[in-house]
């Protein structure tokens, strides 16, 4: 059974269309005269929320030190596969030797990335994070595959609240050794 | 004899070269009062090298988007002219010149000022001050559909032939509201006896006083609706709703053929507005029961000036609406195109007409 | 099968279920065979219990019998009371005996395994980021399972050595030992290498290698396998790839005869590693060192990565014809391989019959045996050879009746599969005598100038089964894809017997085994899917007599010391 929805008839006037037309050309000279919206990109940029999830990028902690282990868990994580990472070993006369192990090259292709910030959640080492930086380009598709300099170049230096390693050389140094 | 014929082509180059900058414009201005509606900013960024320079100025015009009109005239030439292989090429070439030309031809007869010389004969201002003016108009304007059947046609694909056979329909059903709407004026300005005269100069004459939009409003709101529809502008833009027919009649035309087009849309609402303001706004009067002749401005070149500014200023303002009405009304549906036009425009034109015509009759012999 | 005696059961319940289980089995075994697990960590089904990790606490408890009269005291219901005793037991030192009763669910038993995996991190460093084992660690998974998920200890941490070498392919880090003694443990039962130990009291204490000693041995990688932590780590793996990127394929280790059962770790294409996969007759859970480091000639520099013909590189099928047009000539011999599979050797073999009837020579490669894993004879299928009737009498160690064939001029056009012909006995001026076709999976020695070269397949690529020192057949799966340019070694021999012999011949392992089960006696009902993991003996008959090369090692006496002469 259909159900039949009685419609109200239109009066004189408004078989006219004249009233309704009237009533829009008030409602766009409102907005004719109200102030725009528009934000006028290249010279104005948008204010950044918190939280935004811009492109990932590898950070150092203030001293100076490559954060990330290459513990490849965002490479785990990542859905779209666009993490590739060569794990390597830090040399044993580094400054950082007591971190051990440290990415080779690490690869994010822009171009698979989604940013769902997956790879920032799963980071033990609070390594990558997802940045204010929105706009990505380039000419072919190799040079959207940041490698790891460029991710660094890109990530800069994050404060960090833990400096985990650091403690640990102290300690090391400090020593509850035997 | 060459001189004056070298003066009369002088004239008519200048008459055309104003029409064509004030398409141009008249462009932009869509585009400006578009974004405006729309919160937007509008084209703000094209610029030229050497004026756009100019400390101040420049970047003002630039943010007017003054220059846009040029790269968008540079556009049209130099974009890919695409002449498909299943055209009929005559046709297919004709159509956007059959579009233009009529467009460019009724502004010959529109007047568009008066100048009181020296001995102070008040003449118009004016290509062919034809004594058939309004006829002129009707004949020439009319020819416009011409084009985009044409086009339609020649394009051979569906959507360009639906644009088409909606353009033709459309146009000779409003036409005849709008020929009946525009009779009580000439009824009025035609006294028995004198000689007749379907002349606009006559018209604007007669506007000394009182306006016709005022003596009769709701002819002057018919032929508003008509010239609307004449000029296929929303909500009346069937023939070439591209939310339907992708482009309409124009949907195979690119680069230049398809900038005629767009060139002889403009023409023809200024051309249009240009006549409402005529026969309804009081033309080159700057008030109602005020003329310019009353302010003692009339007189010499600074009259001729005045008057060509107060109507040129009037024909933008309608301009304006009807810029102003498209980015307001969606548009119609077919059937109620239609509709309007044969059930409500035309009758109420009649009624309209025989309404004058017993009230002139009654004045006449009162 | 006959049913197993039942004097030799004993019946306990555990957590409410009943098993019969072989007498002397503890309840970490009992139980695993009800599906329960017991968390461990010291003890190792393989090595010798020393109870230390004290992670299988479990309560243990035993029917009540009156001492007085030596009836059992009943509870209420009538059933026989068990008397439960006050305190856990570890359940690696337990044997099961009758009317045993386990409870591993516990209130009891959780505390006590909460306890046990917090004093283990109290100073475990908790780096599994930079950790190689993560993954596929035991104190990670029962942390996570039997933990108490958060740490009270707000001290710091004990530091003790990292990146300690204590060989030449095993790394210890100290910190993240948990002093289970697996390793040690294995070093004097297995490989009899006794040079591990631990240093120091208390949370102090340190595995070390004895002064002046190292980890060396050919099976000290099997201490990083079993170290249930990542304290010994690999120096070949180390920082490689992450386990759960790895996926896991059942081989063979090709080394010698014995054929240890190992897994393929590979990713995307490559291999990674390779560890023992657990066999009770043929390699327990070890494998030797210089078998995990065979994956490297996959993408070794002498690797074969394209077919040539006449020096240049051309598709396979060009390759086949230019070697079939050979072999048609005829006076040809063949050169065959015991490293091939099984499958591979019954082609070759009618390959060698298409050819008209083609002699096959075999080179035998013998070394030392260790008397564990590594076997004298250093090819992993000899016997098949034999079995498939390729070669009817143990191979010689030089090739000295072919050198003497060509000098002759009998052979024309030699066949070389797998083979470094200079190295068993030819000479360079005998290699130019015949034009060769080269089957193979890396460039030899010598046969640069070969005719025509066919890039096969290591055992990493393809599917296939290996004959042991014990006549136990057993099946490699392949792990990683092939080079572009190479081919299967089954359809390049099917290809050439059918082009030579006019009929069409089966070319995947499922199908040349359909084959061989109909022709060859020993095969008879076998199919290729059939073959358990973890092999299947098949009756060898007169050929088990023959003086094979191997002497003892670990589930292998040779037949003459086996019939006690």
């Given at each position: 059974?259909?159900?039949?929805?009685?419609?109200?008839?239109?009066?004189?006037?408004?078989?006219?269309?004249?009233?309704?037309?009237?009533?829009?050309?008030?409602?766009?000279?409102?907005?004719?005269?109200?102030?725009?919206?528009?934000?006028?990109?290249?010279?104005?940029?948008?204010?950044?929320?918190?939280?935004?999830?811009?492109?990932?990028?590898?950070?150092?902690?203030?001293?100076?030190?490559?954060?990330?282990?290459?513990?490849?868990?965002?490479?785990?994580?990542?859905?779209?596969?666009?993490?590739?990472?060569?794990?390597?070993?830090?040399?044993?006369?580094?400054?950082?030797?007591?971190?051990?192990?440290?990415?080779?090259?690490?690869?994010?292709?822009?171009?698979?990335?989604?940013?769902?910030?997956?790879?920032?959640?799963?980071?033990?080492?609070?390594?990558?994070?997802?940045?204010?930086?929105?706009?990505?380009?380039?000419?072919?598709?190799?040079?959207?595959?940041?490698?790891?300099?460029?991710?660094?170049?890109?990530?800069?230096?994050?404060?960090?609240?833990?400096?985990?390693?650091?403690?640990?050389?102290?300690?090391?140094?400090?020593?509850?050794?035997? | 004899?060459?001189?004056?014929?070298?003066?009369?082509?002088?004239?008519?180059?200048?008459?055309?070269?104003?029409?064509?900058?004030?398409?141009?414009?008249?462009?932009?201005?869509?585009?400006?009062?578009?974004?405006?509606?729309?919160?937007?900013?509008?084209?703000?960024?094209?610029?030229?090298?050497?004026?756009?320079?100019?400390?101040?100025?420049?970047?003002?015009?630039?943010?007017?988007?003054?220059?846009?009109?040029?790269?968008?005239?540079?556009?049209?030439?130099?974009?890919?002219?695409?002449?498909?292989?299943?055209?009929?090429?005559?046709?297919?070439?004709?159509?956007?010149?059959?579009?233009?030309?009529?467009?460019?031809?009724?502004?010959?007869?529109?007047?568009?000022?008066?100048?009181?010389?020296?001995?102070?004969?008040?003449?118009?201002?004016?290509?062919?001050?034809?004594?058939?003016?309004?006829?002129?108009?009707?004949?020439?304007?009319?020819?416009?559909?011409?084009?985009?059947?044409?086009?339609?046609?020649?394009?051979?694909?569906?959507?360009?032939?639906?644009?088409?056979?909606?353009?033709?329909?459309?146009?000779?059903?409003?036409?005849?509201?709008?020929?009946?709407?525009?009779?009580?004026?000439?009824?009025?300005?035609?006294?028995?006896?004198?000689?007749?005269?379907?002349?606009?100069?006559?018209?604007?004459?007669?506007?000394?006083?009182?306006?016709?939009?005022?003596?009769?409003?709701?002819?002057?709101?018919?032929?508003?609706?008509?010239?609307?529809?004449?000029?296929?502008?929303?909500?009346?833009?069937?023939?070439?709703?591209?939310?339907?027919?992708?482009?309409?009649?124009?949907?195979?035309?690119?680069?230049?053929?398809?900038?005629?087009?767009?060139?002889?849309?403009?023409?023809?609402?200024?051309?249009?507005?240009?006549?409402?303001?005529?026969?309804?706004?009081?033309?080159?009067?700057?008030?109602?029961?005020?003329?310019?002749?009353?302010?003692?401005?009339?007189?010499?070149?600074?009259?001729?000036?005045?008057?060509?500014?107060?109507?040129?200023?009037?024909?933008?303002?309608?301009?304006?609406?009807?810029?102003?009405?498209?980015?307001?009304?969606?548009?119609?549906?077919?059937?109620?195109?239609?509709?309007?036009?044969?059930?409500?425009?035309?009758?109420?034109?009649?009624?309209?007409?025989?309404?004058?015509?017993?009230?002139?009759?009654?004045?006449?012999?009162? | 099968?006959?049913?197993?005696?039942?004097?030799?059961?004993?019946?306990?319940?555990?957590?409410?279920?009943?098993?019969?289980?072989?007498?002397?089995?503890?309840?970490?075994?009992?139980?695993?065979?009800?599906?329960?697990?017991?968390?461990?960590?010291?003890?190792?089904?393989?090595?010798?219990?020393?109870?230390?990790?004290?992670?299988?606490?479990?309560?243990?408890?035993?029917?009540?019998?009156?001492?007085?009269?030596?009836?059992?005291?009943?509870?209420?219901?009538?059933?026989?009371?068990?008397?439960?005793?006050?305190?856990?037991?570890?359940?690696?030192?337990?044997?099961?005996?009758?009317?045993?009763?386990?409870?591993?669910?516990?209130?009891?038993?959780?505390?006590?395994?909460?306890?046990?995996?917090?004093?283990?991190?109290?100073?475990?460093?908790?780096?599994?980021?930079?950790?190689?084992?993560?993954?596929?660690?035991?104190?990670?998974?029962?942390?996570?399972?039997?933990?108490?998920?958060?740490?009270?200890?707000?001290?710091?941490?004990?530091?003790?050595?990292?990146?300690?070498?204590?060989?030449?392919?095993?790394?210890?880090?100290?910190?993240?030992?948990?002093?289970?003694?697996?390793?040690?443990?294995?070093?004097?039962?297995?490989?009899?290498?006794?040079?591990?130990?631990?240093?120091?009291?208390?949370?102090?204490?340190?595995?070390?290698?004895?002064?002046?000693?190292?980890?060396?041995?050919?099976?000290?990688?099997?201490?990083?396998?079993?170290?249930?932590?990542?304290?010994?780590?690999?120096?070949?793996?180390?920082?490689?790839?992450?386990?759960?990127?790895?996926?896991?394929?059942?081989?063979?280790?090709?080394?010698?005869?014995?054929?240890?059962?190992?897994?393929?770790?590979?990713?995307?294409?490559?291999?990674?590693?390779?560890?023992?996969?657990?066999?009770?007759?043929?390699?327990?859970?070890?494998?030797?060192?210089?078998?995990?480091?065979?994956?490297?000639?996959?993408?070794?520099?002498?690797?074969?990565?394209?077919?040539?013909?006449?020096?240049?590189?051309?598709?396979?099928?060009?390759?086949?014809?230019?070697?079939?047009?050979?072999l048609?000539?005829g006076k040809t011999a063949i050169v065959g391989?015991?490293?091939?599979?099984?499958?591979?050797?019954?082609?070759?073999?009618?390959?060698a019959?298409?050819a008209g009837g083609a002699p096959v020579h075999?080179?035998?490669?013998?070394?030392?045996?260790?008397?564990?894993?590594?076997?004298?004879?250093?090819?992993?299928?000899?016997?098949?050879?034999?079995?498939?009737?390729?070669?009817?009498?143990?191979?010689?160690?030089?090739l000295?009746a072919l050198g003497a064939a060509i000098?002759?001029?009998e052979v024309q056009t030699l066949v070389v599969?797998?083979?470094?012909l200079?190295?068993?006995?030819l000479?360079?001026?005998q290699?130019?005598?015949v034009r060769i076709i080269?089957?193979?999976?890396?460039?030899?020695?010598?046969?640069?100038?070969?005719?025509?070269?066919?890039?096969?397949?290591?055992?990493?690529?393809?599917?296939?089964?290996?004959?042991?020192?014990?006549?136990?057949?057993?099946?490699?799966?392949?792990?990683?894809?092939?080079?572009?340019?190479?081919?299967?070694?089954?359809?390049?021999?099917?290809?050439?017997?059918?082009?030579?012999?006019?009929?069409?011949?089966?070319?995947?392992?499922?199908?040349?085994?359909?084959?061989?089960?109909?022709?060859?006696?020993?095969?008879?009902?076998?199919?290729?899917?059939?073959?358990?993991?973890?092999?299947?003996?098949?009756?060898?008959?007169?050929?088990?007599?023959?003086?094979?090369?191997?002497?003892?090692?670990?589930?292998?006496?040779?037949?003459?010391?086996?019939?006690?002469?």
């Amino acid at each position: 059974m259909a159900k039949v929805i009685p419609r109200k008839p239109l009066t004189l006037a408004e078989r006219t269309y004249l009233p309704q037309v009237l009533g829009g050309l008030k409602t766009t000279f409102k907005r004719m005269v109200s102030p725009n919206v528009t934000l006028e990109y290249p010279e104005e940029r948008p204010v950044i929320p918190e939280g935004y999830r811009g492109v990932p990028t590898l950070v150092k902690d203030p001293d100076g030190r490559e954060k990330c282990v290459s513990c490849q868990l965002c490479e785990f994580v990542c859905p779209p596969k666009a993490i590739k990472i060569f794990p390597g070993e830090i040399p044993e006369d580094a400054p950082t030797a007591h971190v051990e192990k440290a990415p080779r090259d690490f690869q994010i292709d822009m171009l698979r990335c989604i940013y769902c910030g997956l790879c920032q959640e799963v980071c033990p080492e609070e390594a990558i994070f997802l940045q204010e930086i929105f706009s990505v380009t380039g000419y072919t598709r190799s040079e959207l595959v940041y490698n790891k300099q460029k991710l660094y170049e890109l990530g800069g230096t994050l404060p960090d609240r833990h400096f985990k390693w650091e403690k640990k050389r102290q300690a090391a140094e400090r020593g509850h050794q035997h | 004899m060459a001189v004056d014929l070298l003066i009369v082509v002088g004239k008519a180059l200048a008459v055309v070269v104003v029409l064509m900058g004030l398409c141009a414009y008249t462009v932009l201005a869509e585009r400006k009062v578009s974004s405006w509606i729309q919160n937007r900013v509008g084209p703000n960024r094209t610029t030229l090298p050497v004026i756009g320079a100019i400390p101040v100025l420049g970047p003002m015009l630039t943010r007017l988007g003054l220059f846009q009109p040029m790269a968008d005239g540079l556009k049209f030439l130099f974009k890919e002219d695409i002449l498909p292989g299943h055209v009929n090429k005559v046709y297919y070439m004709l159509a956007p010149v059959i579009a233009l030309v009529p467009a460019l031809l009724t502004v010959s007869v529109v007047p568009f000022g008066q100048y009181v010389d020296a001995d102070g004969v008040t003449r118009p201002l004016i290509l062919a001050n034809l004594d058939i003016g309004i006829l002129f108009i009707f004949a020439i304007s009319s020819l416009g559909v011409y084009a985009i059947i044409l086009a339609g046609w020649a394009a051979n694909s569906k959507y360009p032939f639906l644009g088409g056979v909606r353009a033709s329909a459309q146009m000779i059903s409003y036409e005849l509201a709008m020929g009946l709407s525009v009779l009580p004026v000439f009824l009025w300005i035609n006294t028995p006896g004198a000689p007749a005269t379907l002349s606009l100069v006559a018209v604007v004459d007669a506007q000394a006083g009182a306006w016709f939009v005022l003596l009769m409003p709701l002819s002057a709101l018919i032929f508003l609706i008509s010239i609307f529809a004449e000029t296929n502008r929303a909500p009346f833009d069937m023939p070439e709703s591209e939310s339907e027919l992708v482009g309409g009649f124009h949907t195979e035309y690119s680069s230049f053929k398809f900038g005629l087009f767009f060139v002889a849309e403009y023409a023809h609402m200024i051309v249009g507005s240009a006549i409402l303001v005529l026969l309804f706004f009081g033309g080159w009067h700057p008030l109602p029961w005020l003329t310019l002749a009353d302010l003692g401005l009339a007189g010499g070149v600074l009259g001729g000036v005045l008057s060509t500014l107060v109507f040129l200023a009037k024909t933008l303002l309608v301009v304006f609406f009807f810029i102003w009405v498209r980015w307001t009304v969606p548009r119609f549906r077919y059937d109620q195109v239609m509709r309007i036009g044969w059930r409500m425009l035309l009758p109420l034109a009649i009624a309209n007409l025989i309404a004058y015509v017993l009230f002139l009759a009654w004045w006449v012999t009162r | 099968m006959t049913a197993p005696a039942q004097t030799d059961l004993v019946t306990v319940v555990i957590d409410g279920k009943e098993i019969a289980v072989p007498k002397g089995t503890n309840i970490i075994e009992a139980a695993s065979r009800l599906g329960i697990e017991i968390p461990h960590y010291c003890y190792h089904p393989k090595l010798s219990v020393v109870g230390n990790c004290r992670m299988c606490l479990v309560e243990m408890g035993m029917p009540m019998i009156d001492r007085g009269s030596g009836k059992p005291i009943l509870d209420d219901h009538g059933g026989q009371k068990i008397g439960w005793m006050p305190r856990p037991a570890i359940a690696c030192a337990t044997a099961a005996v009758p009317g045993m009763q386990i409870r591993t669910t516990t209130e009891l038993v959780k505390q006590c395994r909460e306890g046990v995996m917090e004093f283990l991190l109290v100073n475990h460093p908790l780096d599994c980021p930079i950790c190689d084992q993560a993954g596929e660690c035991r104190l990670q998974e029962f942390a996570t399972d039997y933990g108490r998920g958060y740490s009270r200890f707000i001290e710091e941490k004990n530091v003790k050595p990292k990146r300690t070498r204590l060989g030449p392919r095993v790394m210890l880090d100290d910190e993240r030992c948990i002093l289970c003694s697996r390793c040690i443990r294995f070093c004097q039962e297995v490989p009899k290498d006794d040079v591990l130990g631990f240093v120091d009291r208390g949370s102090y204490s340190t595995l070390t290698c004895y002064p002046g000693k190292q980890l060396e041995n050919n099976y000290s990688l099997n201490t990083v396998d079993i170290c249930p932590v990542g304290a010994l780590t690999s120096t070949d793996f180390r920082f490689k790839m992450r386990v759960w990127f790895l996926k896991q394929t059942p081989s063979i280790d090709t080394e010698s005869s014995v054929g240890a059962n190992t897994f393929v770790w590979a990713r995307e294409g490559k291999i990674y590693r390779i560890t023992p996969r657990r066999n009770d007759a043929v390699n327990d859970t070890w494998m030797a060192d210089s078998g995990r480091e065979l994956y490297q000639q996959v993408e070794a520099e002498d690797r074969l990565n394209a077919c040539h013909a006449s020096g240049k590189p051309v598709p396979a099928p060009e390759a086949l014809q230019a070697a079939v047009a050979l072999l048609k000539e005829g006076k040809t011999a063949i050169v065959g391989s015991a490293r091939a599979s099984l499958e591979e050797q019954f082609l070759l073999k009618k390959v060698a019959r298409a050819a008209g009837g083609a002699p096959v020579h075999l080179v035998a490669h013998t070394g030392e045996g260790d008397g564990l894993l590594v076997s004298a004879d250093r090819t992993p299928n000899l016997r098949g050879a034999l079995l498939t009737g390729l070669i009817d009498t143990l191979p010689p160690a030089s090739l000295e009746a072919l050198g003497a064939a060509i000098d002759a001029g009998e052979v024309q056009t030699l066949v070389v599969v797998r083979e470094d012909l200079l190295a068993a006995g030819l000479t360079e001026a005998q290699l130019e005598r015949v034009r060769i076709i080269h089957l193979d999976t890396h460039r030899r020695p010598g046969l640069e100038r070969a005719a025509v070269v066919l890039a096969g397949l290591t055992v990493f690529e393809k599917a296939g089964s290996f004959v042991n020192q014990q006549f136990r057949v057993q099946k490699f799966q392949k792990a990683v894809p092939g080079p572009g340019g190479a081919a299967e070694d089954l359809f390049l021999l099917a290809t050439l017997a059918a082009e030579l012999g006019g009929e069409s011949m089966p070319s995947t392992p499922a199908s040349v085994w359909q084959a061989m089960a109909a022709e060859i006696a020993a095969f008879r009902g076998m199919t290729f899917a059939g073959i358990p993991d973890d092999g299947v003996v098949v009756e060898a008959g007169r050929l088990a007599e023959l003086p094979f090369v191997e002497g003892e090692s670990l589930h292998y006496k040779p037949a003459a010391e086996a019939a006690g002469v």
